[in-house]
Nanobody, 114 residues
């Protein structure tokens, strides 16, 4: 069973927008801070956005003002605006715990062209 399923990625031009969705099917996810991570080949995963169970948000400086994380029931969203080529990565959702929930989803590829 897959508990975290990301979708919504794609190929966009710089300046474009995408909305990512994460279906987080386990009930305990609703009690946890959730985040969006991204990973480029050869680099470790980077947390770019976080949202608590109460709706408070935090963002990495690199995406602040451009990305918005939100959650509704069992889905976590990432609205990505004014995309840049350096945003190109595979995007994953997971708990913001140390360590995160151990079964990562497949991720969704975001590619931003110049």
């Amino acid at each position: 069973q897959v508990q975290l399923v990301e979708s919504g990625g794609g190929l966009v031009q710089a300046g474009g927008s995408l909305r990512l969705s994460c279906a987080a099917s386990l009930s305990f996810f609703s009690l946890k801070p959730m985040g969006w991570y991204r990973q480029v080949p050869g680099k470790q995963r980077e947390l770019v956005a976080r949202i608590t169970s109460g709706g408070s948000t935090n963002y990495a400086d690199s995406v602040k003002g451009r990305f918005t994380i939100s959650r509704e029931k069992a889905t976590v969203y990432l609205q990505m605006n004014n995309l840049r080529p350096e945003d190109t990565a595979v995007y994953y959702c997971n708990t913001v715990d140390n360590p995160p929930f151990g079964s990562w989803g497949q991720g969704t590829q975001v590619t931003v062209s110049s």
